[in-house]
């Protein structure tokens, strides 16, 4: 099946600054990618949708400031946490999705702790 | 909005038994139901998909059922093995590409 990546895997960061997770596609071109965060022994809950060269889709109680997403690229997407706090430290999934088609494909997830 | 269960939460089976999970869904427009395996840290994996125009589909000890009518699907798993232990996911397509996901089936295998 088709491969996604992330990096970085996990990563730990300080309260108060950015942090930058890349998803990408390796061997197809993701037209849509999509976010998740999924916290401890709780399902996947959608973040927000990007299209190539289009502004991300966010899903309600998403703050856009404060979770940037840019999809530059049909194999680059990038989730950037600003002004990160502990409450965000979470599992962040990425997945892609192929024009036209119903399958996503996801990443190995990235561990976020704030501390 | 789409809104999906899954029952059992946690399931225990031996070895060389038969796991089941069922799912329910609540908009008659979805069309798409995927299965997903996630192990511990990791990303979630598809297992087996069922289109809203096939009732059954199998591959090798897995396979997928969808009653439209009732508007539940159910994945079942033989002969398991301890490498089936996981968490389960279910979930339904809704507005042509969005997922909705099940809470989960914890399932596991004992040797």
């Known amino acids: 099946g088709a491969v996604v990546s992330q990096h970085p895997s996990r990563v730990i960061c300080k309260s108060g600054t950015s942090v930058k997770i890349e998803c990408r596609s390796l061997d197809f071109q993701a037209t849509t990618m999509f976010w998740y965060r999924q916290f401890p022994k709780q399902s996947l809950m959608l973040m927000a949708t990007s299209n190539e060269g289009s502004k991300a889709t966010y899903e309600q109680g998403v703050e856009k400031d404060k979770f940037l997403i840019n999809h530059a690229s049909l194999t680059l997407s990038t989730l950037t946490v600003t002004s990160a706090h502990p409450e965000d430290s979470s599992f962040y999934i990425c997945s892609g999705g192929l024009a036209g088609g119903s399958e996503q494909y996801f990443g190995p997830g990235t561990r976020l702790t704030v501390t | 909005g789409e809104n999906v269960e899954q029952h059992p939460s946690t399931l225990s089976v031996q070895e060389g038994d038969s796991a089941v999970i069922k799912c329910t869904y609540s908009d008659s427009a979805s069309n798409y139901f995927p299965w997903y395996k996630q192990e511990l840290g990791k990303g979630p994996q598809l297992i087996i998909d069922?289109?809203?125009?096939?009732g059954e589909k199998k591959d090798q000890r897995i396979a997928v059922t969808l009653n439209k009518t009732a508007k539940h699907f159910s994945l079942y798993i033989t002969e398991t093995q301890p490498e089936d232990s996981a968490v389960y996911f279910c979930?339904?397509?809704?507005?042509?590409?969005?997922?909705?996901f099940g809470p989960g089936t914890r399932l596991s295998v004992l040797p």
């Open positions: 069922i289109r809203s125009n096939v």
């Open positions: 979930a339904a397509l809704y507005y042509g590409q969005n997922f909705v």
